[in-house]
């Protein structure tokens, strides 16, 4: 068979099993030994067990677990809800200032986190219900939390980062840092976005009276318990940026400074450590069963030739450079609206990352945009996976008094409230493909 037919067969083979609600990973994996042996026989299987134990004792994917481990133990100890509150306590006076402030909690959250679905759960039932019974807009009320959420992706540090950075080669710290910038760039978009919204139109989102808002004490106390994880974040990073520490250092750091702090704040328990570690486990080994498959069929499309054949085709179609970023940025993003984005890495990265270095991008740019594009995809109707945790929290609070309101809310509404945020995150993106320097100035830095 030739190449073109080998690679039609295959993906044709991935749609299918994907089609059909096969996991992810397991259809990874099963597409990869079942090619391998048609294509090379029984004696070819014998580099799989090689290929399984060179990713998953990897530098860098021993770092995934360990980040796992920190944002669980973070959401465990209820940080979520201190990190709220202090924001709303800044934020409280301008227009829109809970809708501002829990884009911004979402952001900071799931930048702590990793995991951009626990800003939607945590806010969900925090945030929404404050907003609806203070006279917000509905939508607008809804409509921020998904994609703040999304920022997880970007703000470091985020698992996609290290997993984007493990697959690929492109060092973990230059995704990071060079993520770091377009991440908080959005989140002030955002923010600039809800301000001049509520302040042209203030029915949206009634503005508290200065005698609710809370005085300067009160918002150094609630900014003074998140100070801690905030440190603890910085000296993460800070050990990464200096080269001090590798990221799975830095990792091992962070897991044992959020144990710190539990024990600090009465919350580390022997019935809670093993709650994190059991929640931790299962959650890795998803993630770590997902860069196994992930290998493998990157490996095949090295043996079949398909990814050469794919990376000449780009080549010789002569769309350029940015003609082929966006081709590659709007198959990521469409993807995004179907699948996971850690599962979004390991699909194309063995197709796109060859093109990328026969055409001399620069890797960190390109893996930024990537990025981006995966948080997209999280936001992105009809299937983005924010979308669905915030469809979820809304049935879970619509009963709640004073939330009469949401019982209206349909999937169009969760749709229509997150669009706004989607064309900002696209036209961020534009921003960072115009400019590369968004990307790469701060990694050059390094």
């Known amino acids: 068979m030739s190449p073109e037919l080998i690679t039609i067969l295959i993906f044709a083979n991935l749609i299918l099993f994907l089609a059909t609600g096969f996991p992810v990973a397991f259809s990874l994996i099963g597409i990869s030994l079942i090619w391998i042996l048609i294509l090379h026989g029984d ?35 209820g940080i979520g809800n201190l990190i709220y509150e202090a924001i709303h306590h800044w934020t409280a ?37 404050e907003m609806i019974r203070r006279g917000y807009n509905v939508r607008l009320a809804i409509g921020g939390l ?37 991440g908080l760039l959005i989140a002030v978009l955002f923010c600039i976005y809800i301000l001049i919204r509520c302040t042209m139109n203030p029915e949206l989102a009634p503005r508290l009276a200065k005698e609710d808002r809370p005085p300067m004490r009160e918002k150094l106390i ?60 299962q959650v890795s080994v998803m993630v770590l069963t997902l860069v ?35 081709i590659f940025l709007g198959l990521a993003i469409l993807l995004g609206m179907f699948i996971d984005g850690a599962a979004i890495i390991f699909i194309v990265t063995p197709i796109m990352m060859p093109v990328v270095e026969s055409m001399g991008i620069h890797p960190v740019w390109f893996g930024v945009m990537l990025m981006i594009a995966v948080a997209i995809g999280y936001v992105t109707p009809p299937f983005g996976m924010n979308l669905f945790y915030l469809k979820g929290i809304i049935e ?14 349909g999937v169009r509404d969760i749709w229509m409230s997150c669009l706004p945020y989607v064309v900002v995150m696209i036209l961020a993106l534009g ?4 400019f590369p320097g968004l990307a790469t100035w701060l990694p050059g830095h390094m």
């Open 222 to 281: 609630a900014t003074s318990r998140i100070a801690l994880p905030m440190v603890l974040i910085a000296v993460v990073l800070g050990s990464i940026w200096r080269g001090v520490a590798t990221p799975s250092e830095a990792a091992g750091i962070g897991a044992l400074g959020t144990l710190v702090i539990a024990l600090g704040m009465g919350r580390l328990s022997f019935r809670a450590l093993r709650e994190m570690l059991t929640d931790a486990g």
């Open 43 to 77: 004696r070819a299987l014998g580099m799989v067990p090689s290929t399984i134990f060179d990713t998953a004792t990897t530098d860098i994917f021993i770092a995934a677990p360990l980040f796992i481990f920190m944002a669980i133990a973070l959401y465990r100890v």
């Open 396 to 409: 879970q609070i619509k009963g709640t008094p004073g939330c009469e309101a949401l019982n209206r809310v």
């Open 93 to 129: 006076g301008v227009p829109g200032g809970l809708a501002i402030g829990t884009v911004a909690a979402a952001a900071l959250i799931a930048a702590m986190t990793g995991i951009g679905g626990t800003a939607v759960l945590v806010l969900g039932v925090l945030a929404i219900p």
């Open 146 to 182: 998904p994609p703040g959420g999304a920022l997880g992706v970007l703000i470091p540090p985020t698992v996609i980062g290290v997993l984007l950075g493990g697959f690929t080669g492109i060092p973990v710290g230059h995704l990071f840092f060079g993520a770091a910038v377009p």
């Open 292 to 326: 196994v498959g992930g290998a493998l069929f990157s490996r095949l499309l090295q043996f079949s030739g398909s990814a050469r054949m794919i990376s000449e085709m780009m080549v010789g179609i002569d769309v350029g450079v940015y003609g082929t970023l966006l």
């Open 431 to 434: 921003l960072v493909l115009l």
